[in-house]
């Protein structure tokens, strides 16, 4: 098996809102779970950077990013539906 | 910015010609505006025309948020048209921000709501300032959202919240076919709706514009006639508001002193309208030529519209009879526009009309002849147009001379649009030709002069070498009248 790049995943969120807090949690689940520790998710509030929102296009919130393998992808929403959230990351599970 | 009494709600100029007089005013201040149309028919430019002449005429910075188009598309697509966003975003007047949704690369997963879109917007409005905001078109993102749930109540809540900013906003949407827009977004933005349409007449294209809603407003209710050229989009109010114009007491001469005799006060008032008829070869265009010449007499500018010769054979033609307009179009004094009716619509017609005046500035307006505009327009339309640019004119103080072909047998048959001409012209002389005992009696006759006595009675004269030239009638030819 070849060795794979980390895994670089950025979270937008707007302030502390259950949403985002929803959000948060779930992917570092996930990421626990499937990836290891062969990931870095960063968190970007858009309250705080609302410039940023550009770049990434962003429109949505929460928004989760993969940067890193490409190409881009994006999930919006609350990640709480775990399949959905892996296949959207392109993610095998480890658990089978 | 107009003043009435029944809109008691402060309004923003358009920026489009001729729409805030349709609007009373313009947009409503503060709140959003729905433009709506099928593709192609200037939604985006209409958008783009209302940031831009609200950065440039009123000094209000404005934010475009293009769900589209990219920046630098738009940015080329406007350029050919005058504008340059490019230069306006440098001087930090204009935001454009492209909103671009992918839907491969985006998974639904949960609870979500659009709050990044107002961030961006507001991020956007206080970076520069902004009084205006363009959404265009905000009915892509059902192209990228899957859940129209959330999507509607976003909207919902954005346009609200664009109220609340206190922003003048333009939301563009595609036509729907039951609705006015394919998603329904009429039923969030109830303020003012306002329909864009492109269709093709008798194998001319025309757009039209009509405000289907205005809220607490005053507005025109018909379907005007607009138009995208070099300039951008412009419509045309066909029906007349209003009749406020002021009246001159200034007399102004008609370039024929026989002509002045006639009249009690010596000329026509200033800004008044003159109709010359006649039948074929009546000398209505040199008579149009006398008071070209009076006007430039007396050192105002003449802009003389030709539907039926080119300039250089107008000016051939009236050097043949002594009329020389050759030193006063070098000097700039005399502006010939010369075009077939038929070649353009008759908006365009119109449009090129007022683009006219505004370049000239003219004191005199020749329209040679009026009526070959019948070809190309129903009468009704016809004078519609004329009323508008009547009174452009009265309003501008600019005298107005137009000639119109009648038939000969015109007076037992009312000729249509001679008849609506003339009673809206203050003025109205008519040309006859007749011919007894193998010899050609040309005679005019004044049939109106508003405001003054005049004299009633045919006069005879001849075209010479130097033009009109009045005889005295002779006892036997007392029946010209007819």
């Not at chain 2, 959003?32 to 609200?54: M, R, S």
């Amino acid at each position: 098996m070849k060795k794979e790049k980390k895994w670089e995943l950025r979270l937008y969120i707007a302030g502390q809102t259950p949403k985002s807090v929803i959000a948060l949690e779930n992917i570092t689940k996930y990421c626990k779970k499937h990836l290891t520790d062969n990931y870095n998710i960063e968190i970007i509030d858009l309250l705080e950077n609302p410039q940023l929102a550009e770049g990434d296009q962003i429109f949505a919130i929460p928004t989760l990013v993969r940067r890193v393998p490409e190409p881009l992808r994006k999930i919006i929403g609350d990640l709480s539906n775990e399949e959905k959230v892996l296949v959207g990351l392109n993610i095998r599970p480890l658990d089978k | 910015m107009t003043e009435n009494s029944k809109d008691q709600f402060p309004k923003t100029p358009s920026g489009i010609n001729g729409l805030d007089e349709i609007m009373m005013g313009g947009f409503p201040s503060g709140r959003p505006v729905l433009i709506c149309g099928g593709a192609g028919c200037g939604k985006t430019l209409f958008g783009v025309q209302f940031l831009v002449n609200g950065i440039l005429k009123h000094d209000e910075p404005g934010v475009f948020m293009s769900f589209e188009e990219t920046a630098n598309d738009l940015s080329m697509n406007v350029k050919s048209l005058g504008f340059d966003l490019d230069e306006l975003q440098e001087s930090g007047k204009l935001k454009v921000d492209h909103v671009r949704i992918e839907r491969s690369e985006i998974e639904e997963t949960g609870e979500f709501d659009l709050e990044a879109i107002f961030i961006r917007l507001n991020h956007a409005i206080d970076s520069v300032g902004a009084k205006r905001v363009v959404l265009d078109t905000v009915e892509a993102l059902f192209g990228g959202i899957e859940n129209y749930g959330i999507l509607r109540a976003e909207l919902r809540r954005l346009f609200s919240w664009l109220k609340e900013k206190g922003v003048t906003t333009v939301i563009t949407g595609e036509r729907g076919k039951q609705s006015f827009t394919r998603q329904g977004l009429e039923e969030y933005v109830s303020d003012c709706v306002i329909l864009l349409d492109f269709r093709v007449i008798d194998q001319i294209a025309t757009r039209r514009l009509r405000i289907v809603k205005y809220r607490g407003s005053m507005h025109g209710t018909n379907e005007y006639p607009f138009l995208i050229n070099e300039d951008g989009i412009s419509v045309i109010p066909v029906t007349s508001l209003n009749l406020t114009y002021g009246s001159s007491r200034e007399i102004v001469s008609t370039g024929l002193t026989q002509l002045d005799d006639s009249l009690d006060h010596g000329g026509f008032y200033r800004g008044s309208s003159t109709l010359i008829t006649g039948s074929a070869g009546t000398s209505k265009t040199i008579m149009a030529a006398h008071f070209a010449m009076a006007s430039i007499a007396r050192q105002e500018p003449v802009l003389f519209f030709s539907f039926e010769e080119s300039p250089e054979q107008l000016v051939r033609n009236m050097e043949s009879i002594g009329i020389d307009f050759k030193p006063h179009l070098d000097s700039g004094l005399l502006h010939i526009k010369a075009s077939r009716p038929s070649l353009q619509g008759l908006e365009m017609h119109l449009i090129r009309f007022y683009n006219a005046l505004e370049e000239i500035k003219p004191r005199t307006v020749i329209v040679d002849p009026i009526s070959s505009l019948i070809t190309i327009g129903s009468s009704s339309e016809v004078r519609a147009m004329l009323i508008r640019l009547l009174d452009t004119l009265k309003n501008k103080q600019i005298n107005a001379v137009f000639t119109a072909l009648t038939q000969s047998n015109f007076k037992d048959k009312g000729d249509l649009t001679v008849e609506a001409i003339s009673s809206l012209s203050d003025a109205w002389i008519d040309l006859n030709n007749n011919r007894k005992n193998r010899r050609q009696h040309r005679t005019m006759r004044i049939v109106k002069a508003r405001g003054m006595g005049h004299d009633p009675e045919a006069q005879e004269f001849m075209i010479t070498d130097n033009g009109f030239r009045f005889t005295i009638p002779t006892e036997q030819m007392t029946d010209t009248t007819n």
